[in-house]
């Protein structure tokens, strides 16, 4: 499986953004989905993340409410619209994929497929 992410932007405090993960693969629809970041200097942290049928939605308390995850398994996407954006929103953006049925995980190590990662950039 190949992940691309895209979307990548520059906004102003307040505004919106959505990120798409397009991915290979027959069997994409099986396996949820992550959104993640990474500011600088930081560790990479939970953002976002969706069931492989798209019915349960997980969100970290940071972005509760502003961003949501969803998924179109017959164009093999996924989408993190995000809304109200913040400066400290800023961060290179990454999708992962977790295969096996499994329950979306808030845990990097737990998704086996990854994007290259699309930088958001939020100013005041």
């Known amino acids: 499986v190949q992940l691309q992410a895209s979307g990548e932007g520059l906004v102003q405090a307040g505004g919106s953004l959505r990120l798409s993960c397009a991915a290979s693969g027959r069997t994409f629809s099986s396996y949820a989905v992550g959104w993640f970041r990474q500011a600088p200097g930081k560790e990479r942290e939970f953002v976002a993340a969706i069931s492989w049928s798209g019915i349960s939605t997980y969100y970290a308390d940071s972005v509760k409410g502003r961003f949501a995850i969803s998924r179109d398994n017959a164009k093999n996407t996924v989408y993190l619209r995000m809304n109200s954006l913040k400066p400290e929103d800023t961060a290179v953006y990454y999708c992962?994929?977790?295969?096996?049925?499994?329950?979306?995980?808030?845990?990097?190590?737990?998704?086996?497929?990854w994007g290259q990662g699309t930088l958001v950039t939020v100013f005041q």
């Open positions: 992962a994929a977790q295969t096996g049925l499994r329950v979306a995980s808030m845990e990097p190590n737990e998704y086996d497929y």
